[in-house]
């Protein structure tokens, strides 16, 4: 297990002041270029907290993270800047990650401004924020507004316009939906995908909304409880899903058509607090399955075939998996 400090922005200065925040355990997965990647579980599971890390608002006391060979996990603010241009984080709340007092063409130019010196380079950048804002539906006018003026669905696509200003090849999208109705969540997604085909952009995109994730995803990672328990192409989650709480998740999702490979599993109970996890298996004192060697050991991810993972001990023992 490994601790995470979370970034502070102090008098103009980043820093990572020794305040700790929940630990996730054992999640290890890849993006390809070009991938959409979703992680998946209930709120607290940990999926938030690894977008966060990856982005580097966080830094991680144990384990790595790679992008193209470079370790960033243990790069202080410095060593970040340039890594920005590289991966760029959208969020849930648009309207809490835009500064009120500034014009939405300052919000959108600042990442790239901040990697940019000298005027001519200025004015390419000014040409570009108003690029930027065509590209996501907005336009000349919208450039000199305010993010109150605008509604929840269009204060998104401002932070998608931000994030792309510098060019990444990796954006982190944290439930960037959950706050839309539904009608502009799909508008939503429908310019993150085309966007995607553009640019050739990968997604992190982190939600607990398995019809959204079945939209988007190439692949899903399943967490809970700071553990990624099954990751696997989103036919294999959808379709095949081995670990008893993803099939517990997916019987619980009304829209989800049903799988008849294997029985439906009812969730019940809480959560255990993360701060007291289960011995073994973290899901064990809510799995229906679970048996002797679930309490004295916990499963590691395994790989079961399809490129799926799964961490559970019935991988082994497929008799038992009777439910
Ligand atoms: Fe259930 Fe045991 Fe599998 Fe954990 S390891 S999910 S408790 S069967
Ligand atoms: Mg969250």
Sequence with gaps: GSLLERMRFDKGRLSFPDKRVKAVNGVSFRIARGEVMALVGESGCGKSTVAKTIARIYRPTGGTIRIEGEDIAGYGVRELLPVRSRMQMIFQDPYASLNPRQRVRDIVAEPLLEQTTGAAA???????????????????????????????????????ARALSVNPGLIIADEPVSALDVSIQAQILNLMMDLRDEFGLAYLFISHDLSVVHHIADRVGVMYLGFLVETGPREHIFSAPRH?????????????????????????????????????????????????????????????GGGAEVACHLTDEPDRDRA
């Design 122 to 160: 200025r004015r390419e950048v000014a040409e570009r924020t108003l690029a930027l804002l065509a590209k996501v539906g907005l336009n000349t006018e919208h450039a000199g507004r305010y993010p109150h003026q605008f509604s929840g669905g269009q204060r998104q696509r401002i932070g998608i």
């Design 244 to 304: 008893p709480y993803t099939r517990a998740l997916l019987s619980a999702a009304p829209s989800i058509e049903k799988t008849r490979s294997r029985p439906e599993i009812e969730l019940k109970g809480e959560v255990p607090s993360a701060l007291d996890l289960p011995s073994g298996c973290c899901f064990r004192t809510r799995c229906p399955l679970a048996f002797e060697r679930c309490r004295l050991e916990r499963p590691t991810l395994k790989p079961v």
